[in-house]
């Protein structure tokens, strides 16, 4: 068993920044991949950012490279996504995702994870 805790969302304004936090708990944060994933009513829930279990590798959807860097500190078992030059577009819930599986990849879809935080409302206002 994995527990994710998001922390770190809010309300900002188009150009600014934040920077969201997950803790997890459980079972050796090194041992497994992490992502963050957002999603709006209505729609399906998307890949963000990605990381692989040492932090060697990342995967970033195409309208968030550049301004969003996912990292993870496996001494505080935190993974954190900095989020800059936000744009209204981003509003959504953001949630973040362990992968416990061994992968040669790093994990975009959202059945490759096995467990989720409970979401971060992330506002944006233009």
């Known amino acids: 068993q994995v527990q994710l805790v998001e922390s770190g969302g809010g309300l900002v304004q188009a150009g600014g920044s934040l920077r969201l936090s997950c803790a997890a708990s459980g079972r050796p ?3 497994y991949a992490m992502g963050w994933f957002r999603q709006v ?4 829930r998307d890949i963000v950012a990605a990381i692989n279990w040492n932090g060697g590798r990342t995967y970033y959807t195409n309208s968030v490279k550049g301004r969003f860097t ?7 078992n935190t993974v954190y996504l900095q989020m800059n030059s936000l744009k ?8 973040c995702a362990a ?3 061994v992968r040669g990849t790093v994990p975009y879809w959202p059945y490759e994870y096995d467990y989720w935080g409970q979401g971060t409302q992330v506002t944006v206002s233009s």
């Open 99 to 101: 992968d416990l599986q």
């Open 29 to 31: 944060f090194s041992s």
């Open 70 to 76: 996912i990292s993870r500190d496996s001494a505080k």
């Open 41 to 44: 009513p209505g729609k399906e």
């Open 88 to 95: 209204p577009e981003d509003t959504a819930v953001y949630y």
